[in-house]
């Protein structure tokens, strides 16, 4: 069976407050790189195995649902593809 | 000056070990969707303003190098794009 690679980027949602994005926030400030905001989330590179990409796009997101909480987060299949 | 939010993915480099992803990929077979792998990185969404896009792209890349550790992660510009 071939082997894909997705890669699903998981979000905070707009409201959640994210202490990890104002401390990196507060480090850019102090190198002297400051900026408006910063949002941290998670990136996930999953590598599985499925008849074809259309299954593949079926089992990735079913693994962005699995993984997000829907309550606080929010997930994007950011790529899909065929390992060789 | 326009704003852009720059989307930038640090991830570990291959070989070094992934405790986050090793426990994702334990928990996804638990719940009957076993996959080959996981490797778990961060997404930094980041505002900032910038004269254009070409000076946004340069800040962008500054920023990714800051924000990764060279030892053991590498970093990609994802995205970058103007606001509204």
């Known amino acids: 069976m071939p082997r894909y690679q ?25 190198l002297g790189h400051p900026v408006e905001s910063v949002r941290v989330g998670k990136v996930l590179e999953v590598v599985f195995q499925e008849e074809n990409l259309l299954k593949a796009e079926e089992k990735a ?20 593809k065929e390992l060789p």
Do not use: C, S
């Not at 905070?12 to 104002?22: A, V």
């Not at 997101?61 to 899909?80: C, F, S, Y």
């Open 61 to 80: 997101k079913v693994l962005g649902q699995t993984l997000a909480n829907p309550v606080m987060e929010t997930w994007t299949l950011e790529a899909l």
């Open 6 to 30: 997705a890669t699903l980027l998981i979000e905070l949602k707009e409201g959640i407050l994210d202490p990890q994005g104002r401390a990196v926030e507060g480090v850019l400030r102090d």
